[in-house]
């Protein structure tokens, strides 16, 4: 009798990985999701691993969903040859019925995400997201002035045409009572009042929000409804809200120590490089908040220098961007190897798969280290 599993449908699989880490967080640029295998076939297996290589494919097995941080296929490619490095190894998976599926960006900025990993492996309990990424549609606020007689009527209008939506609710609005003036010149047929004479009206200022892509509806609408020739109101493009995702993460550490201790938790905390832990800053400063962004973070060193916190851990830090940092903030750098800031997020990823479909679908983390950087000197 075998020992195999019926496994899971692939299709299942992806779904769990896509609430996890959703498809719309990616950046534009990236590639992410099913790179090859059929969703309606099952699979028995995850490996997790940070890239997709000979070694980690080895350690696949058949009928296995290889799932990889890294896109194998980043850059436009215009063949899969067997005869080419990446060509050959989607026909090794290919052929023995395994599967590919990257989460790369998307898992960056998830919550949880490679940085929350990362910040749960340094001891750190995250209270902000480094980079947010907004939250929801553009909007607009309108604020309408219209005489109190016919406020509700020109309320309902812009309701009708989309506006005053908020989550769950329609209708909202806010409304206050004031005094209108104007004076109409020759031309002019004004609804209330007379050429030449300065008219003051009870009017209310109405408020509600609405999406911006509706504007011209918006307008449509309030114009037909307002009884004024010439309607007074504001739009305001909302800034958007920041989000709890994005790039990076914000923590705190149970107790302020020392920066050279700091970097210390952080080699033993990580798995071991050649690369190694290197660090620019006051070994003696205390470091009680922390900023971390799993992956190349250089781009962030300006949001970092503002962001309040003693130190920051990321990768791919460059000579010249670390140098002007260096001269210009007291942000604690330590700058590790690139794999291994996000090596903690396979065991996240893990655990994510175990909690969808416990013992249904086998899951473990590579045991192979896929930073390039290999010889110890």
């Known amino acids: ?13 992806i779904a769990a990985l896509d609430a996890a880490y959703p498809p719309h967080l990616a950046h534009d640029w990236d590639s992410v999701g099913l790179v090859c295998g059929d969703p309606d076939e099952p699979v028995e297996s995850v490996t997790i691993a940070v890239d997709a290589t000979d070694a980690v494919v080895d350690e696949v097995p058949e009928r296995g969903l290889l799932l990889a941080h890294h896109p194998l296929l980043l850059r436009g490619v215009d063949t899969v040859a067997a005869d080419t490095a990446k060509g050959a190894l989607i026909h090794r998976l290919i052929r023995t019925g395994r599967a590919l599926f990257t989460a790369h960006t998307n898992a960056d900025a998830a919550s949880p995400g490679v940085s929350d990993a990362l910040a749960e492996a340094l001891g750190l309990t995250v209270d902000a997201v480094l980079s947010p990424a907004t939250a ?31 989550g769950d609710y329609s209708h909202c609005s806010w409304k206050v009572a004031g005094t ?21 009206v009870a009017e209310d200022r109405v408020e509600v929000i609405a999406p911006s892509r509706l504007r011209a509806t918006i307008l449509s609408a309030l114009r037909a409804a307002h009884p004024y020739e010439e309607p007074a109101f504001d739009i305001f493009a909302l800034a958007p809200i920041p989000g709890d995702v994005g790039i990076g993460r914000i923590g705190e550490l149970e107790q302020p120590i020392p920066l050279s201790a700091f970097a210390s938790r952080v080699r033993s905390a990580l798995p071991a490089t050649s690369w190694g832990v290197r660090t620019s800053g006051d070994p003696d400063a205390m470091v009680s908040r922390v900023a971390v962004c799993g992956g190349a973070g250089d781009s962030l060193l300006g949001t970092v220098a503002r962001a309040g916190v003693q130190a920051y851990v990321t990768s791919d830090l460059r000579h010249h961007p ?8 007291s942000v604690a750098l330590i700058d590790v190897a690139h794999w291994a800031t996000e090596f903690p997020w396979c065991a996240q990823a893990a655990g994510v798969l175990r909690g969808q479909f416990g013992a249904a679908l086998q899951v473990r983390g590579s045991s192979v280290r896929t930073d390039p950087w290999n010889v110890e000197c």
């Open 1 to 13: 009798m075998s020992g195999r599993t019926a496994g899971v449908p692939l299709a299942e699989v």
């Open 180 to 200: 209108g003036q104007f004076l109409p010149h020759d031309g002019a047929a004004p609804a209330i009042g007379e050429v030449g004479t300065v008219e003051q």
């Open 322 to 329: 670390a140098d002007e940092h260096r001269r210009a903030s």
């Open 136 to 166: 929801g549609p553009d909007l607009d606020k309108w604020v309408v002035f219209v005489p109190s007689t016919d406020a509700a009527a020109v309320a309902d209008a812009l309701f009708d045409a989309g506006a005053g939506r908020i």
